[in-house]
């Protein structure tokens, strides 16, 4: 797909293109690690939705930046479309809301749980706001059913998620499972976009959770076959204040370079609000 100038001038998408990046969203896993050490300790990486593959490439070169520590390290990327090669990283084109790709992710790790999962997952925009939401949380359930199959207890699944109206329901849904879950806006996510990202950490499912794939997804009906789920399943609208987000201004146009300029800091990051604690 050809690139509007408007693009062009972006600075992300000039500063992906000068350090090889595929895409810029290579900058937004890059930001939130800085803020919240994402990569520590992590051996056994998930991708999910991965192309073209700028996540890939950035666990690519965080995990295995040492030469003598890339034999441990395993990453598998997941997205329905092929992507290019890339060092270490097992593709998997495939479809995140089948139980099949989730059992071919174990089979790549050979039955050891993955460390991190990441999850950019976006459908293809309508443009009808409502209707992006909903497909847009629709995936992010479809992923947080995956990670469930695939995630050691303690670790970390990050996902896309829209700020649209049903987004505290989501975080209650993902507080089912993690002990903390904070939104954030890394700064070279557009101001102009209600992405954001979820940083679910310390993975606890509820005692006696069995994974499976029919996960309650979006109902907002709550009809009788919601009501029908069994267990820990049925804990579905405990709801959950998340935090006041009105302190993060979406609308704020930061100047491009001092953007760039400021973001290392995790400390300057926290002042300024640009992520906020959902606990
Ligand atoms: C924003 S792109 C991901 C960009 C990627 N993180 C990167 O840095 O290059 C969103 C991706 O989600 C993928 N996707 C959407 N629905 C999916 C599904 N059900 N299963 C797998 N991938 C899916 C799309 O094919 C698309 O490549």
């Known amino acids: 797909m050809g690139r509007s100038s408007k693009d062009k001038r972006d600075i992300y998408y000039r500063l992906a293109k000068e350090e090889g990046w595929r895409a810029r969203s290579a900058f937004k896993l890059l930001q939130l690690d800085e803020e919240f050490g994402l990569f520590k300790g992590v051996k056994r990486a998930v991708d999910l939705c991965a192309a073209p593959g700028s996540w ?69 925009v309508t443009g009808l706001h409502d209707v992006d939401e909903y497909i847009q949380a629709q995936l992010l359930l479809a992923a947080l059913n995956i990670t469930t199959h695939v995630l050691k207890p303690g670790g970390t699944f990050v996902a896309k998620i829209f700020r649209g109206k049903d987004v505290t329901l989501l975080y209650s849904q993902l507080k089912i499972f993690f002990s903390s879950v904070t939104c954030a806006k890394p700064r070279s996510s557009r101001n102009s976009s209600i992405e954001a990202f979820v940083m679910c950490q310390n993975y606890s499912p509820p005692v006696g959770y069995v994974p499976n794939m029919s996960n309650p997804l979006l109902d907002h009906s709550y009809d009788v076959d919601f009501n029908q789920l069994e267990g820990p399943n049925r804990i579905i609208v405990p709801f959950l204040a998340c935090g006041d987000l009105s302190a993060f201004d979406s609308d704020r146009t930061y100047p491009l370079q001092a953007t760039l300029g400021c973001w290392p800091s995790r400390q300057s990051c926290k002042e300024k609000a640009i992520s906020q604690t959902c606990q």
């Not at 930046?65 to 395993?74: A, L, P, R, T």
């Not at 290019?84 to 809301?97: E, R, S």
């Not at 089948?98 to 749980?113: C, D």
């Open 56 to 124: 890939s490439q950035v666990l690519s070169r965080k995990l295995r930046g040492k030469e003598e520590k890339s034999e441990e390290v395993k990453i598998v990327a997941v997205d329905l479309q092929a992507m290019a090669p890339l060092p270490g990283v097992t593709q998997i084109q495939g479809d995140i809301t089948k139980i099949s790709t989730a059992l071919e992710i174990i089979r790549h790790f050979e039955g050891q749980p993955a460390d991190l999962v990441v999850c950019d997952g976006a459908p293809d």
